[in-house]
């Protein structure tokens, strides 16, 4: 079954400039100045691929508008508003954590992001597609409603989940974020709020270091909202795709969401040079053909991905086609180059020691059916 599925993508998250670093360090006197590990490369490509292997042809292109100041006021101090437009009139300006550079005209490009990820958002909503997934650079799962942090300017999908709970009266919404990284802004923004349940599967204590422990489960109203999965480094396609069936299927079966929202981040790859994970683009296509079977059991469909990490500038490309083509339902038959390298790993298989995290968060998804 094939799906319309709005497609994000804008030449000018390209141009987004994370300055020379040595990869997540500046370089000096001992230190070779190379590149940013988040660099246009990863999502050029994606897009590049997208295009060549014809997929583009049965996708909906969306055209990102720009966020306003009172989509990012809604989420974001306006403290943090001026220090990103103040820094981004610098030569290297940084989002706040001192990690997270870029160039002149950043903040545009961060608004851009934000709305890209409003407009797959709105145009899942209206029913103008079935699905959408954007696309979008600057990154957001990591910024904090009074701070820039891990690349992340603006926190781009909880702008779009309160953009829709103001424009479509949306009232219950469910992120995933399988991002290898913990969506630790995510969480804080919406920790004591009950009608967003934020999933996070990540590598435990990667970054931000000591954050998104299964302990962290959301706070007042919000208790049991939250759920961590941290699993350990080195984990593959069998914990990611366990934890998918006994975290993420109870989890949003029990919350009941009205809108789906995905971090999607590939950063948990197996050739990430910032992750220690081993998923390959068969798992990522899984997960999403997961995502879309409980979104059509549980809201009419709606599904909506925005771009995260994931900074292998070869592989990043053919798990996002594995993911589009999940969610368009449209084969290309372009075969994943790196399977005959990545699939056959003796990492994939559970071990006991995933299988033990994965089930003390499979024991959060179920006290949240019996809290909703
Ligand atoms: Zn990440």
Known sequence: MTRNTGYVWHERYGWHDTGTFAGIVPPG???????????????????????????????????????????????????????????????????????????????????????????????????????????????GHHAERDLGMGYCLFANIPIAIEWARVHHGVERVAVVDYDVHHGNGTQHIYEDDPDVLAISLHQDRLFPQDSGLVDERGFGAGAGATINVPLPAGSGNGAYLAAFERVVGPALRAFKPQLIMVASGFDASAVDPLGGMTVTASAYRSMASTLVALADELCDGRLVFSHEGGYSPVYVPYCGLAVLEAISGVETGVPDPYAHSFEHSPAHPLKPWQDEVIGASEALARQLGLVV
């Open 29 to 139: 006197p001992m230190v070779q100045p190379f590149h940013n590990f988040e660099s246009p490369e990863s999502k050029t490509r994606f897009n590049s691929l997208v295009e060549v292997s014809g997929l583009v042809e049965h996708l909906t292109k969306l055209r990102p508008a720009l966020a306003t100041e009172e989509d990012v006021l809604r989420v974001h101090t306006p403290r943090h508003l001026e220090h990103i437009r103040s820094q981004s009139e610098a030569q290297l300006g940084d989002a706040g954590d001192g990690w997270s550079p870029f160039g002149r005209g950043a903040y545009e490009i961060a608004l851009l992001a934000a709305g890209g990820t409003i407009t797959a958002t709105e145009a899942v909503l209206t029913g103008a597609v079935d699905n959408a997934y954007a696309l979008v650079r600057p990154p």
